[in-house]
């Protein structure tokens, strides 16, 4: 036992500094939530968004018409403070007028007298907007391009001039809200899907009505608060072209 422990001791000397050495380099183990403590989860993120200008050439067309189907063309201007609020205006023409549906030619069929009363469409519509955008990401295109995309919520109000024959032509009040996928092909570039609900009164038809005191027909409509909905695809070009990048 003499002869022993004078080299377990003699061992444990040598050893003792390396030890002491190698756990002053490394450290104790640091736990994930400890590594995000540290420091910011992403780095060098680009802001895609904030401090940036966006003017967007828009197309669409409105979904839930009864008798008159609307081509929308117009664009749409916003800034955002941040990567998640911003501002901004969008105005919408119907160059071509309204387009007939399925029930408006059936009506023009089996009761043309009907339809010379005329049917109400869209001219124009504005909005002042609200931006919110709650949730962004990267998605990955066939498993090699890689994009960055993000999904906003729309909130304003605005206005609608409605076409059509004696009392259908009107502009009135159009509160609006609406959802949309935004998606980056380049830095400066994006593609836009948004559905608004556009809220406003119309009269879809006019009635003619023949107790007129001058023997002129004239045109009857009732008016009444209800959702319009139409589908925008939007190409955004950003200014600054270059964004930001995080630190």
């Not at 939530?33 to 968004?49: C, M, T």
């Not at 869209?122 to 709650?134: A, E, I, K, Q, R």
């Not at 990955?140 to 919520?153: C, E, I, K, P």
């Not at 729309?154 to 609406?178: E, H, Q, S």
Request: glycine share 10%; net charge neutral.
């Amino acid at each position: 036992m003499r002869k022993v422990t004078p080299l377990i001791l003699a061992l444990l000397a040598v050893c003792a500094p390396a030890t002491s050495l190698a756990a002053g380099i490394t450290g104790p183990k640091k736990s994930a939530l400890e590594k995000l403590e540290e420091g910011d989860a992403i780095r060098r993120r680009v802001q895609y968004r904030g401090g940036r200008f966006m003017v967007a050439p828009t197309f669409g067309f409105t979904l839930n018409d009864s008798y008159q189907r609307n081509v929308l063309m117009g664009a749409a201007l916003s800034y955002h403070f941040t990567e998640s609020v911003g501002v901004g205006l969008s105005a919408l023409a119907s160059p071509f007028g309204g387009l007939d549906s399925d029930l408006a030619e059936q009506i023009g069929d089996e009761r043309p007298d009907r339809s010379k009363d005329g049917f109400s469409h869209v001219s124009l519509l504005t909005s002042l907007d609200f931006l919110y955008t709650p949730i962004a990401g990267k998605l990955a295109l066939f498993g090699r391009q890689v994009l960055n995309y993000d999904m906003h919520l729309v909130a304003g109000i605005g206005g609608a001039k409605l076409g059509g024959d004696g009392d259908l032509a009107a502009f009135t009040l159009a509160p609006v809200a609406g959802v949309g996928l935004r998606t980056f092909l380049l830095n400066w570039l994006d593609l836009n899907l948004e559905v608004r609900d556009y809220i406003y009164s119309s009269a879809p038809s006019a009635v003619t009505s023949n107790e007129t005191t001058d023997g002129t027909a004239k045109t009857k409509a009732t008016a009444e608060w209800g959702n319009h909905f139409a589908v925008l695809i939007g190409v955004g070009f950003h200014f600054p072209m270059d964004p930001e990048i995080k630190r």
